[in-house]
């Protein structure tokens, strides 16, 4: 079964700096997708990037980015210029590549990330 | 709306009583997921339909829960018989089909007393 792992409960960032939110995963498969999920307070959970097993280069949305090591079983999750707003519950989450069937995914526990001024 | 709704947002229980929770899938989409979220954790999968069908409920943690999806676009989860260990947020989310993106609803906190 696969499972994903975070190590940091609560992490806090002034605004405008930069933070790392780690995760590591465990799985057999060698093609799977990755995520990264922001759950804002009392809001619905939205996606934030996603990176393909298979592809080499690392995934950028504007300001996150993710630095994935497939043979560590990596992925971590880097927010560049932090403001208020993303101030939220941030979930690692792996899938399998559909089959057709259950593309059901499998979180972490979440990091809790708190900006400040 | 254009995003997944779900009713009611806050549903309060005595141990012992039956509940109903409802998911309203974005339109047209083939592919609806039930996940169970405890306090301070990730969300668990539960179940997950492609159109009417059930097909894959491995993750539903006892015979007192079943899930629905008669037309293949409304869902409900029902837990009979509720346990205080049912206290969670229940999520809904859809996706145009398998391998798409998974759009979340706002989900339903239980809280069983």
């Keep these: ?117 | 709306g254009a995003g997944v709704s779900q009713s009611p947002r806050y549903k309060v229980a005595k141990r012992g009583q039956d509940v109903a929770l409802r998911c309203d899938p974005i339109s047209g989409h083939v592919s609806l997921f039930w996940y169970q979220q405890a306090l301070g954790q990730g969300p668990e999968f539960l179940t997950y339909f492609q159109n009417e069908a059930q097909l894959d409920k491995s993750g539903l943690p006892s015979d007192r829960f079943f899930a629905e999806r008669p037309e293949g676009s409304v869902s409900t989860l029902k837990i009979q018989r509720t346990q205080q260990e049912d206290s969670a947020v229940y999520l809904c989310a859809s996706s145009f089909a398998a391998g798409y993106e998974q759009y979340f609803g706002p989900g339903t906190r239980l809280t069983v007393t």
Excluded: H
Aim: proline content about 3%; some cysteine.
């Design chain 1, 1 to 117: 079964a696969q499972t994903v792992t975070q190590s940091q409960p609560e992490m806090s960032v002034q605004e405008a700096e930069t933070v790392t939110l780690s995760c590591t995963y465990d799985t057999s498969e060698s093609d799977y997708y990755l995520f990264w999920y922001k759950q804002p307070p009392s809001r619905q959970m939205i996606l934030v990037i996603r990176q393909e097993a298979y592809k080499q280069q690392n995934a950028t949305e504007n300001r996150f980015s993710v630095n994935f090591q497939k043979a560590a079983k990596s992925f971590s999750l880097k927010i560049s210029d932090s403001q208020l707003g993303d101030a939220a519950m941030y979930f690692c989450a792996y899938r399998r590549p559909s089959t057709g069937t259950a593309s059901k995914l499998t979180f972490g526990t979440g990091t809790r990330l708190q900006v400040t001024l």
